[in-house]
């Protein structure tokens, strides 16, 4: 809950249109004050909300909570519930979700935006300042997860599969980076890498930012990156990878599948058929030519489809559009 969002958004001067980023009670902010101030109102659905599998839609619909939640009270003053209903246009990065959306909404404009990479970032060579913040990776094979530490990156299931692909590719090391969102899931992991008795060959980097210098030479040096994800709507850190020009193998999630070409410019596996997942890793460590065709050809989409300037680009003449639609009916109603 922000208590003084509303307040500035009412005194800004020259807004021309609001766009929310969050859903709930900060969401809610947003339409009150686009309602307030008679403007369009965008949202941008950033993770799932329809397009989730069962297990993550049951708990969010039943949280492990107790006593009252008193942002209840501030999520009904600002209509939060009605938020994407109220919206004038509905973003999503995820294609699946937003025909959901679509078909939910049919006379309101949904749009598939999909996040961007800035691909001059990941060119300049950054290995030097990975190798400085982790000199135990100097002279390894890296297999790189990069994700919070969650349930829902699954990076648990890695942990599960290790003793495998370690013993059948010697000198590799699971190097898992993201912060921390969950300290008994990763609790949990480090107790189970103890009893693996693999602790020599994972390292857990704790959270670095997006665009560090550390976590793009990480991405440079590994051989490949691993995305185990239970629920993954996009997949940033694919387009990552591939910018790094780097070797992706994910999960058959939405947002995976609607990047990668299995073969083509990746793998995909489904979580439950890891013999699939340890074929596409022994292909991908042993078949250096196949694994830069397929860095190529995933570098060339990034380049060719979700450079960042162009994804600006596409957002402003969404902008423009409700803008002029907002000015014409207000001119109109006056008339």
């Known amino acids: 809950m922000s208590f003084d969002l509303l307040p500035s958004l009412c ?35 950033h993770g799932g909300v329809l397009d989730l599998p069962k297990v993550m839609k049951d708990a969010y619909a039943h949280p492990k909570r ?8 501030f999520g009904a003053l600002f209509r939060a519930h009605t938020l994407l209903k109220d919206a004038d246009a509905i973003v999503t990065c995820n294609p699946k979700e937003a025909a959901l959306w679509q078909e939910k909404f049919p006379s309101k404009p949904v749009v598939v935006q999909p996040h961007g990479v800035p691909l001059e970032l990941y060119q300049k060579d ?56 969950d300290e008994p899931y990763r609790k949990a992991m480090e107790h189970r890498i103890q009893e693996l008795g693999i602790n020599e060959h994972v390292v857990l980097t704790g959270g670095l930012p997006p665009g560090d210098p550390r ?30 020009r780097t070797a992706v193998i994910s999960s058959s999630t939405s947002g995976a599948s609607a990047l990668v070409v299995d073969g083509h410019n990746g793998w995909l596996f489904d979580l439950d058929k890891p013999g699939i997942f340890h074929e596409a890793l022994g292909r991908t460590l042993t078949e250096p030519t196949l694994r830069n065709e397929q860095i190529a050809h995933g570098a060339g989409l990034v ?6 300037d162009a994804l600006a680009g596409r957002m402003k003449d969404l902008y423009e559009t409700l803008i002029q639609e907002n000015h014409a009916l207000r001119y109109s109603a006056r008339r």
């Open 66 to 73: 107790e006593g009252w939640e008193w942002g209840r009270i």
């Open 126 to 181: 950054q290995r030097a300042a990975a190798r400085a913040a982790f000199p135990q990776l100097v002279n390894r094979r890296i297999l790189l997860s990069v994700g919070r530490l969650d349930p829902v990156k699954n990076q648990g299931w890695l942990i599960e599969q290790a003793p495998r692909f370690l013993r059948e590719h010697p000198g590799t090391v699971l190097v898992l980076a993201g912060a921390c969102t």
């Open 215 to 244: 976590l793009i030479g990480l991405l440079q040096q590994a051989e490949v990156l691993l995305l185990p994800s239970v629920s993954e709507t996009f997949g940033l850190v694919l387009l990552e990878a591939w910018a790094a």
């Open 11 to 45: 005194v800004q001067k020259k807004v021309s249109l609001i766009h929310a980023h969050a859903l709930g009670r900060i969401g809610g902010i947003g339409r009150t004050a686009a309602r307030m101030r008679r403007v369009p109102l965008v949202v941008t659905i």
């Open 303 to 308: 380049a060719a489809s979700y450079n960042t």
